[in-house]
């Protein structure tokens, strides 16, 4: 028998991963250990309250015991079958993430950047197979400062140099428009237009709420060109705006959603492209798939996911809360922090470059027991599990008002 590893430090840990972790992170110098609700742990029994929450993979907080409970009565039965066989939870997850999206159909799959590069494939292939679009000549539009995922394909049409240097060649068939630019979107759109892929929010770009009307005009102008609007909501979606989706803010129920994140509870990488029958329909046996994806792990999580955003609870939470949220930035402007974009739990939050680079906040925030990410220059965004109490979201406010006093 090998003797237990003996325990190490934060800072042994952090020293250890350098010469074998592929450097592609720049980690806050926090090495978590336990975590639960809103609240994670360090090795050395330090607590944190996260208000990152994963990217929003942790809308439901730390090891949700229903979600926990879901998972372990899975883990007992069935993890595995490939969709080379049916298994027995595949069903109700689509059926029941279906309805709560009100769409017809799921397309299962595991990261985000899968759901996008699926999403792609499959409006492509519509607008060959329905629309009529000549071969190869199919384009998608999106939006400069998007942010959809890390793959080649994805990372092709990204305006983030350092997302692309040194990565190419590219996918063609990609034209980058403005965000919240409809006259520029209408000029970009034409008759080989398969879609429009847009973020309802843009989240990594630092939280960028387009103008009232926005996501209803690029639905009424996709409608108008018989192009697919196709949403992602892999940030955005599952209650962390106030509503099951950002897009229901201006009551827009795109072609195709694309889901990811908190749709496996923190637990287990679950993504799904959510659609229409006439849209996902196209796929064929054959022509798309995944070892992982649809997994009973992941459905069984997933569908425990679902349930509790059939509640209504955690989207009702998020907005309740996000009108504290934005009081207690309000409160600030002028005090560091020179303007905010929030909806429901969800800011961007820039800081008076004067007072420190994002990264600088997020490290004396860490110092102050509150853990952040910045996005660009000197914001920082602010994406609390949905679990989080008042009390707890105002201590995070108070430790910002105090790093940046
Ligand atoms: C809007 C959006 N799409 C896609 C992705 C990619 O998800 P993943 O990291 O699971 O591949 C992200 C991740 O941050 C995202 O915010």
Not at 128 to 152: C, L, S
Not at 197 to 208: F, K, M
Not at 248 to 259: I, T
Request: charged share 25%.
């Amino acid at each position: 028998m090998t003797a237990p590893a003996r325990p190490r430090t934060s800072e042994q840990l952090i020293r250890a991963e350098e010469p074998v972790l592929a450097h592609n992170y720049h980690p806050l110098p926090v090495v978590v250990a336990r975590a639960e609700g809103s609240w994670v742990e360090d090795v050395e029994g330090n607590r944190y309250l996260d208000m990152l929450a994963g990217y929003s993979a942790l809308n439901f907080g730390h090891r949700h015991p229903a979600l926990v409970e879901a998972a372990h009565r899975q883990l007992d039965r069935l993890t595995l079958t490939s969709r080379a066989f049916h298994n027995d939870r595949l069903a109700e997850f689509a059926e029941r993430l279906a309805e709560l999206t009100g769409m017809d159909m799921v397309l299962p799959m595991n990261t985000g950047a899968e759901a996008v590069e699926s999403g792609i494939k499959v409006a492509r292939k519509w607008a060959y197979d329905v629309k009529g679009v000549p071969e190869g000549r199919a384009t998608i539009v999106v939006a400069a400062e998007n942010f959809h995922g890390r793959t080649t394909t994805i990372v092709g049409f990204s305006t983030d140099e350092t997302a692309r240097a040194g990565f190419g060649p590219f996918t063609p068939g990609f034209k980058v428009v403005p965000y919240n630019d409809l006259a520029a979107l209408e000029a970009a759109v034409d008759d080989t237009t398969a879609a429009v892929l847009l973020e309802p929010i843009q989240g990594e770009a630092g939280v960028i709420v387009p103008d009232d009307g926005y996501l209803a005009g690029v639905r009424e102008l996709t409608r108008r060109a018989g192009c697919l609007f196709v949403a992602d909501e892999i940030q955005s979606g599952l209650g962390r705006t106030g509503r099951t989706l950002a897009v229901e803010h201006e009551g827009v129920v795109p072609d195709v959603l694309l889901l990811g994140k908190a749709l496996g509870g923190g637990i287990v990488p679950v993504s799904a492209v959510v659609a229409r029958r006439e849209v996902l329909g196209v796929l064929r046996p054959g022509e798309h798939g995944s070892t992982f994806g649809g997994n009973p792990l992941a459905a069984a999580v997933g569908t425990a996911v679902v349930e509790l955003l059939e509640t209504g609870g955690f989207q009702r939470r998020a907005a309740e809360l996000g009108v504290l949220l934005r009081e207690g930035l309000t409160d600030l402007i002028g005090r560091g922090v020179t303007g905010f974009r929030a909806r429901g739990l969800w800011a961007g939050v820039d800081v008076d470059p004067a007072l420190g680079t994002g990264r600088e906040i997020s490290e004396r925030l860490m110092r102050e027991g509150v853990l952040v990410k910045d996005t660009h220059g000197s914001t920082i965004r602010l994406a609390p599990p949905l679990t989080i109490t008042a009390e707890e979201l105002r201590s995070a406010l108070g430790a910002l008002e105090k790093v940046l006093g």
